[in-house]
């Protein structure tokens, strides 16, 4: 479950058999997945609701074709810590590729589309194959392509409609109202988002995300580090923090198409998360 908790806070939140293994997503070119087949005080003054054109204009989303990144991840818990390293492949709006593993060893890979997502734990020998609507049950919170995709890259997650905006000093706050879910987007005068608090009320479970350390990379700027906080009631009720501290390493932005290699023995194939 841990790797699952990770992967999904980083992409994606986020934790493997000898026997003949079967490519169930093979290698893509040109972009072809082959799906299921055995291969100090603050000012705060709040302004008018913005014209759509504005609000676009308040914050830049990162634009790339494909993405290539090394990361560090650490994962806290209570007193529970762990350190994971973190590759990720991505082309943008459609496919999320990551392969989590420890002190040199694969401990998990993933990829996710707009639908849903397939996970292979190999240190467990688990795999998962469940839409996003399945996966916001289990995690406590509505999670999608678009809202993984912005862990990964710090875009603006939800759509840009019924916002309104606060200025804070240098810092523009878009508040959005999504029915249960209230999110506050904090954006920097570089015009990246620097900060998403997403809460849902009924539940009281929220995610808060951090991004610094933008640095200009192919002319944009990224950031390069990340600090997710995810509050979420248990079984038993009770608020269970998750701290999840993301450095990239390296992280190139491409033209060219990228190769998502997926495999899982035969025999989980049919197996139920």
């Not at 990340?226 to 190139?252: A, C, F």
């Amino acid at each position: 479950m841990r790797y699952v908790i990770i992967l999904l806070c980083f992409v994606f939140v986020a934790a493997c058999q000898r026997k003949q293994s079967a490519v169930i997503v093979q290698a893509i070119h040109q972009d072809t997945l082959v799906r299921d087949t055995v291969v100090a005080e603050v000012k705060k003054v709040e302004v008018p609701l913005l014209p759509e054109a504005d609000r676009r204009e308040a914050v830049e989303d990162l634009r790339f074709n494909y993405l290539k990144a090394k990361s560090r991840v650490v994962w806290k818990s209570g007193n529970n810590q762990d350190t994971y390293t973190v590759d990720i492949r991505m082309k943008r709006d459609s496919i999320i590729w990551v392969n989590i593993g420890q002190t040199g060893i694969t401990g998990a890979t993933g990829i996710f589309d707009q639908q849903h997502l397939r996970f292979y734990q190999k240190i467990s020998g688990q795999y998962f194959d469940m839409s996003y609507d399945s996966l916001s049950v289990m995690m406590g919170f509505r999670i999608d392509f678009r809202m993984l995709q912005s862990l990964v890259v710090g875009n603006q997650p939800f759509k840009r409609n019924n916002s309104r905006v606060i200025r804070e000093n240098e810092n523009i706050i878009i508040k959005q109202d999504s029915g249960r879910i209230k999110i506050d987007n904090m954006v920097g005068p570089n015009r990246k988002l620097k900060k998403l608090l997403v809460n849902d009320e009924p539940t009281a479970n929220k995610l808060t995300m951090d991004f610094e350390e933008f640095t200009t990379l192919n002319q944009v700027v990224f950031p390069f580090s990340s600090l997710i906080t995810l509050d979420v009631k248990n079984k038993e009720n009770k608020q269970v923090s998750t701290v999840i501290s993301i450095k990239y390493s390296k992280v190139e932005l491409l033209d060219t198409p990228l190769e998502f290699p997926f495999r899982v023995p035969v025999k989980l194939l049919n197996s139920k998360p």
